[in-house]
């Protein structure tokens, strides 16, 4: 899938989009950089104590960020029938906004042809959070979406405006002793 190079620069220049996820709307960036991820907090009004969520394309991208993990998760989220995230211990080389306190952070392999020409184009992992103002429903359309947001983030990418979209992730945590704990399901 070829994008717009205006999306493109925007997350290589730290910059926040809207875009359509594997799941429902989403404000994204670069999770490496710190400066675009507490643009996010802002844009939603969102506590600085909560974690994000993040794309990536594969085990390999996810092995560069979590030294560490279960081989379990390989399973789990090869046998998954939708959408899944893991919550992985122990992350490291992220923005630190993308963690939540105890280290651990929220990863999807998405299998979405624009998520994925988006985290290969800039070869990082993608923040995922909703697009909405924290504690409000999340969209699942493209005009669910507050113009507050729409007008703050600096680049939309606009595909699927016109498409309803599905419902977050299941998440689940797996602990270092292989121990999984649902979050949402």
């Keep these: 899938m070829v994008l717009d190079q205006t999306i493109i620069e925007a997350l290589k220049n730290g910059k926040t989009i809207l875009y359509p996820t594997d799941t429902i709307w989403g404000i994204g ?4 950089n710190e400066q675009a991820c507490q643009r996010i907090l802002e844009i939603k009004q969102r506590p600085k104590d909560k974690s994000f969520i993040l794309l990536v394309d594969s085990f390999q991208m996810i092995e560069k960020y979590i030294p560490e993990f279960p081989a379990v998760c390989y399973d789990l989220a090869d046998l998954a029938d939708k959408p899944l995230t893991i919550i992985y211990p122990n992350a490291q080389g992220l923005a630190p906004s993308v963690l939540a306190e105890d280290g651990s952070v929220g990863i ?3 299998k979405d042809p624009i998520c994925l020409a988006l985290i290969r184009s800039i070869r990082l992992p993608l923040v995922s959070t909703s697009a909405n ?5 999340f969209p699942t359309n493209f005009s ?3 113009s507050a947001i729409k007008q703050q983030v600096e680049a939309i990418l606009e595909l699927k405006t016109n498409e309803q979209l599905s419902t977050p992730s299941q998440i689940i945590k797996i602990g270092l ?7 949402r399901s």
């Design 29 to 32: 960036c670069d999770a490496t």
């Design 133 to 137: 103002i924290s504690g409000k429903p």
């Design 108 to 110: 999807r392999i998405t």
């Design 144 to 146: 669910d979406i507050n």
């Design 177 to 183: 002793d292989s121990s999984i704990q649902v979050i």
